[in-house]
């Protein structure tokens, strides 16, 4: 085969980033919240909600039932583009909606989380295919620009300001500058149907057969994770299918959980502390805008590339394992400014590996050719942990009952942790 001929691999890792960027607006919601609870919108905490759990649960069901069969028959090009198009769309609905919640519910919700669902798997499954020696480090840097993504786009709204250290000084912000929520939402419909667009410009499949230049695929056997192809059918009949979607529902469930209601609890934790409301903003704006979103992406790289050093199976576990004393521990930290911050930035970082372990983990156990019809599949246990996490924390909020959130989250994310340690490779009959 001419390699002269075959696109530089790289340029996917380029467009796979620059979607992601843009699929990774639902994990700014929490800039919204706070706004939404007040006039003209008057929405409930757990209305708020409603609008970032239907998004996560759209995401993850389109991505299974549509997106996975629809590029490996189509490529991922036009599934990609389509995705960004629908995306926009939404959050186009949305801003014309003006305080309307059901305008908003379908147009974040429903159409913009159809959009991410169509467009996240798109890069996962093209870069499994061009980066068969490096699994865990690329699956970490095509999908931290959806950890990085929330960091721009929260800060858009709010101006970039990182505690002591402004890089806009004199400028807070689209709000700030006097934009409404709708207002906002409108811009950045046309922002994300234009940018997924361009990035899936490089969405493309490596030719049948290709290799990387001097690599060598493992022999069948021990040590040739990814070479043994399953179909979702048999995917689905393995414990470790099972396993590994237990682990992602947990690690979902305590993530998410703290996106949709950090803004919320720690303007609530801080107030009681005795911090003044407009302080108490700022504080919880740096915890999610800058901590949580920064190492949510620097952990999908990290934990990524640690997972092909340590395996995924002993990375999985450790993950889940420190997320759990994490999770326990935020209703404490998030009383103090510091311990906020600390608390966000270790919940995002454990959080963010998730996106690179499970891809990568699927590929290993279930193969590399089929992993854009598998780890939908996979993917499916995020849409239930963006079910039960951002509910639960919302009715705890309602309840003023936050320890009730925390507390169960992290006792499961250490049971996950132990169970991750029985994941071996499965046999096929």
Do not use: H
């Amino acid at each position: 085969m001419d390699e002269k001929k075959v696109m530089n691999r790289w340029w996917v890792v380029v467009g796979g980033i620059l979607i992601q960027l843009c699929l990774g607006a639902i994990y700014a919601w929490s800039a919204f919240t706070k706004k939404l609870t007040m006039e003209p919108y008057g929405f409930s905490a757990s209305r708020t909600q409603w609008c970032f759990s239907v998004g996560l649960a759209a995401f993850a069901v389109i991505m299974a039932l549509i997106a996975g069969k629809w590029q490996k028959k189509a490529g991922p090009r036009i599934v990609a583009l389509t995705g960004g198009i629908v995306l926009g769309a939404g959050y186009l609905l949305a801003g014309f909606s003006g305080n309307n919640f059901w305008g908003m519910l379908i147009g974040i919700g429903v159409l913009g989380g159809a959009g991410i669902g169509l467009g996240y798997v798109c890069p996962i499954a093209a870069l499994a295919k061009w980066f068969p020696d490096k699994k865990g480090l690329i699956m970490g840097l095509a999908v931290a620009g959806f950890g990085f993504g929330a960091l721009i786009w929260v800060k858009l709204t709010q101006g970039f300001q990182f505690g002591p250290i402004d890089l806009t000084p004199g400028w807070t912000g689209l709000f700030g500058a006097g934009w409404t929520v709708s207002e906002v939402f409108k811009l950045y419909g046309v922002l994300f149907a234009l940018l997924v667009g361009i990035g899936s410009i490089f969405m493309v499949n490596p030719p049948e057969g290709w290799l990387p230049k001097g690599w060598t695929p493992p022999a069948t056997g021990a040590g040739s994770e990814g070479r043994v192809d399953f179909t979702p059918g048999e995917m689905a009949k393995t414990y470790q299918f099972w396993v590994l979607f237990f682990n992602f529902t947990v690690g979902a469930m305590a993530g998410l959980m703290v996106i949709g209601i950090i803004k919320l609890f720690g303007m609530d934790a801080l107030s009681k502390a005795g911090i003044e409301e407009s302080k108490a903003g700022i504080i919880t704006g740096t915890a999610m805008g800058l901590f949580y979103a920064l190492f949510n992406g620097f952990g999908r790289i990290v934990w990524g590339m640690l997972s092909d050093k340590l395996g995924r199976r002993n990375s999985i576990a450790l993950m889940n394992l420190i997320q759990g004393v994490m999770m326990a521990g935020f209703f404490f930290l998030g009383r103090s400014e510091i311990g906020l911050y600390v608390g966000a930035t270790l919940i995002g970082f454990n959080f963010g590996g998730n996106f690179a372990l499970f891809p990568a983990a699927t590929a290993d156990l279930f193969g590399n050719k089929n992993v854009g019809i598998n780890y939908p599949w996979v993917f499916m246990a995020y849409g239930v942990g963006g079910l039960f996490g951002p509910m639960l924390g919302g009715f705890m909020g309602n309840a003023q009952a936050w320890w009730w959130a925390f507390t169960p989250a992290g006792i499961a994310c250490i049971i996950a942790a132990a169970v991750a340690m029985t994941l071996k490779p499965p046999t096929k009959t």
